[in-house]
């Protein structure tokens, strides 16, 4: 809505003063700023009165894994899921005040953020009202996912040049890409439904995944902006991507949105994202990285996201398998939790190596 004060400025007259405050709208890098205090105000102001009438309603709060460490039982019991209502409410009112509601990159990418936390909501419910850990089946939420990705898929590929648009941009080199053509759709599917089930893995902890997520979110809206800027796209010899700079914008809602929530996220957790919040900031992640081009820059940038992801597939497959298991638990946060690493020694340290691997993918901005 703000961005319209950009057309304010040039068309009313008689404005003085006031002319070149109102030409601050334009510039991405402002309204980016705006957003994530917006986010993070609104967060601030509203979260108590949501955390209050999910505590009400849910009761019990969400179900503990009887087979998960058994402090969790007696520490995390009570505590009210669906947090990422909070992250979403204040995503949601950010972007809509600060981007451009006329480009189509911030449309989509919300679409899929929603469409993902619905999926998300509505397992945390079955959980909530059931008293059980497990939601609904796996593969119906898995296949809802998969067609609002390819959904999204497709309308980015309509919506950027070809053949560029379907093909795959390889880091490290400014002129290798691999085209993929349509199968790109299922391609780009696969990065945006791993990245939203990669996070929900990730969130196990207090404070654990909200911060890698924001840490992601800051390193895409640097690559967003840089993308869509065709001065700064050139330099690094990077492929222009007309409009996916407003994406910065979303991203610095995420940030806002992030820091709010971790104020009541942090240990001991008032409460958890749950897989509202999980997988809706998951699908956003991937989403962005298809739009601005940069997929393999995620799996690096996110790269404890697949450390998660990657640890419950080698469990579960050496299980079936063998018969034994890799890790004393999985994912990978709970092994170091059965080694006698305490919550917060874990939280951290999985921060610092975020930190590390989002420094790693945006060193491949120069390195071509």
């Not at 309308?155 to 390889?170: D, E, H, M, N, W």
């Not at 010899?237 to 104020?263: K, M, R, S």
Request: aromatic residues 12%; positive net charge.
């Amino acid at each position: 809505m703000f961005y319209w004060l950009i057309d304010l400025s040039n068309t009313v007259p008689g404005l003085g003063i006031f002319k070149p405050l109102l030409n601050v709208f334009r510039y991405i890098t402002f309204r980016t700023g705006g957003a994530m205090v917006t986010g993070a105000l609104f967060v601030f102001l509203f979260g108590p009165w949501i955390i209050d009438n999910l505590r009400l309603r849910q009761g019990k709060g969400q179900p503990i894994r009887t087979d998960g460490p058994q402090s969790h039982l007696v520490s995390k019991k009570g505590t009210p899921t669906m947090g990422g209502l909070m992250i979403l409410s204040g995503l949601v009112v950010s972007t809509v005040l600060w981007a451009n509601p006329l480009n189509p990159y911030v449309w989509i990418v919300l679409a899929v953020t929603l469409g993902f936390g619905f999926v998300g909501f509505y397992d945390d419910y079955l959980k909530v009202t059931k008293q059980t850990h497990s939601g609904f089946s796996g593969k119906t939420r898995i296949a809802i996912e998969t067609l609002i990705a390819v959904a999204a898929c497709y309308a980015l590929v309509r919506l950027g040049r070809q053949p560029f648009s379907t093909a795959l941009v390889i880091p490290f080199f400014k002129d290798v890409v691999l085209n993929f053509g349509w199968f790109f759709l299922i391609f780009g599917a696969f990065i945006i439904v791993g990245a939203g089930n990669a996070v929900n893995l990730t969130d196990g902890l207090d404070g654990l995944a909200i911060v890698p997520v924001m840490i992601a979110s800051a390193s895409f809206a640097m690559i967003a902006y840089l993308a869509g800027n065709a001065v700064f796209a050139d330099y690094l010899q990077l492929n222009y991507i007309a409009g996916t700079g407003e994406l910065a914008v979303l991203c610095g809602a995420v940030l806002g949105a992030g820091l709010g929530f971790l104020w009541f996220n942090a240990p001991p957790a008032s409460i958890f994202m749950g897989d509202t919040g999980s997988l809706a900031l998951g699908g956003m992640l991937g989403s962005i990285a298809v739009a601005v081009k940069h997929e393999i820059v995620l799996a690096v940038i996110g790269g404890l996201f697949v450390l998660e992801a990657v640890s419950v597939i080698v469990q579960v497959t050496s299980f079936k398998l063998t018969g034994k298991r890799i890790f004393k638990m999985a994912p990978i946060h709970h092994h170091f939790e059965q080694l006698g690493w305490t919550e917060p020694q874990i939280v951290i340290r999985f921060w610092i190596i975020s930190v590390m691997l989002a420094l790693a993918g945006l060193s491949t901005l120069k390195l071509r």
